[in-house]
C-alpha cells in the first residue's frame, strides 16, 4: 500500500500534487491527511477501472432562451453555432 496525495499538499518544503506518493515517516501528518480526506491508501498492483464515456444528452438545462443563436431552447450552455465552431483564431 502506498499513500497517494488527493489533494495538493505542500509538505517539508515540497509539493505534491494528485496522484503522486507521499512520505508515511510521519504518522500523525498521515493521519491528518487521511482524515482531511487529502490523501489515500492505494495498492500499486490494483487494476484501475476504465472511464466511462457519456451515454446521455449534453448537460443544459430546458428552458427559455429568447437571446439564442440557433433553435436549440437549452439554457447555461453555450450554443453550437458555424460561428463558434471555427476554432480558435490565431493572433496576426
Aim: charged content about 25%; proline content about 10%; aromatic content about 6%.
Amino acid at each position: 500500500m502506498e499513500l497517494i496525495a488527493v489533494y495538493p499538499i505542500l509538505y517539508r518544503s515540497r509539493q505534491y500534487w494528485p496522484g503522486q506518493r507521499l512520505p508515511a515517516d510521519d504518522a500523525g501528518m498521515v493521519q491528518a491527511w487521511i482524515d482531511a480526506g487529502t490523501a489515500a491508501w492505494v495498492d500499486p498492483n490494483a487494476q484501475k477501472l476504465p472511464k466511462a464515456k457519456p451515454a446521455a444528452a449534453e448537460a443544459g438545462l430546458a428552458g427559455e432562451s429568447p437571446n439564442g443563436e440557433t433553435d436549440e431552447n437549452l439554457v447555461g450552455k453555450v450554443p453550437k453555432t458555424p460561428v463558434r465552431s471555427t476554432g480558435r483564431r490565431k493572433k496576426a
